[in-house]
């Protein structure tokens, strides 16, 4: 009897684990365009720490372009982002770095044009 509670109970609390445990997904960037220097704030869905562990700027290329942003803020649907001095000019995508095992890198369908010069 005790064992036929039990399953029901342990299939439950699975699947509640699994609907918490969603793919990070960014939905939009402010401001869209900036400069070296400049504060961008991405907003989308499970992109807090236990979901994001680091967050790039990319060409698409061959990574060698690639920029990791410091994160100033993080929470569940948005991440505060300062634009490196590093990063390259042009139109770049935002990539995430999971916490899942294994880590994926994932490139996100928004995108920061990044001008030249720096932030004043």
Request: net charge neutral; aromatic share 2%.
């Amino acid at each position: 009897m005790k064992l036929s509670l039990l399953v029901p109970l342990l299939l439950a609390a699975g699947i509640a684990a699994h609907a918490q445990g969603g793919n990070p997904r960014m939905t939009s960037v402010d401001p869209d365009t900036g400069k070296r220097g400049d504060i961008v704030t991405v907003t989308g869905e499970n992109l807090d720490k236990a979901h994001v562990a680091k967050l790039y700027l990319t060409d698409g290329g061959d990574g060698k372009n690639d920029a990791e942003v410091q994160m100033l803020e993080q929470t569940a649907t948005s991440i505060k982002f300062k634009i490196p001095a590093k990063a390259i000019s042009g139109r770049l995508a935002l990539m995430i770095l999971t916490t899942s095992k294994p880590q994926q890198l994932i490139e996100q369908p928004v995108k920061v044009t990044i001008e030249d010069g720096t932030a004043q």
